[in-house]
């Protein structure tokens, strides 16, 4: 079992920006792709980056340019650096743990970008 704590939301206007963090609790963090996932009101949830257990990364185009996804095994945390926030990406963020059939979520932390 692996548990997984958000941390770092909150609420900012247009263009500031935020870092999520995600710690995990687990021996073998390195061997975890992990990935964070968003949820509107009203929407499914879907996936925002993707770090592998090699550290390859994977953005969606609306973060392309403005969001940064790493990971830090020693510490057993995965992060997310967003820039140039927008008000679409105003959701609640969640993160994943996914090794071979086990996949893992946190709480979610909220974020909202007002104008």
């Known amino acids: 079992q692996v548990q997984l704590v958000e941390s770092g939301g909150g609420s900012v206007q247009p263009g500031e920006r935020l870092t999520l963090t995600c710690a995990a609790t687990t021996r073998i963090f390195s061997a975890y792709d992990m990935s964070w996932y968003r949820q509107m009101p009203g929407r499914q949830r879907e996936l925002v980056a993707l770090?592998?257990?090699?550290?390859?990364?994977t953005l969606v185009d609306s973060a392309k340019g403005r969001f940064h996804i790493w990971r830090d095994n020693g510490k057993n945390t995965m992060s997310l650096e967003m820039e140039n926030l927008k008000t679409e990406d105003s959701a609640v963020y969640y993160c994943n743990a996914k090794l071979r059939s086990e996949s893992y979520w946190g709480q979610g932390t909220q974020v909202t970008v007002f104008s």
């Open positions: 770090i592998t257990s090699a550290h390859r990364t």
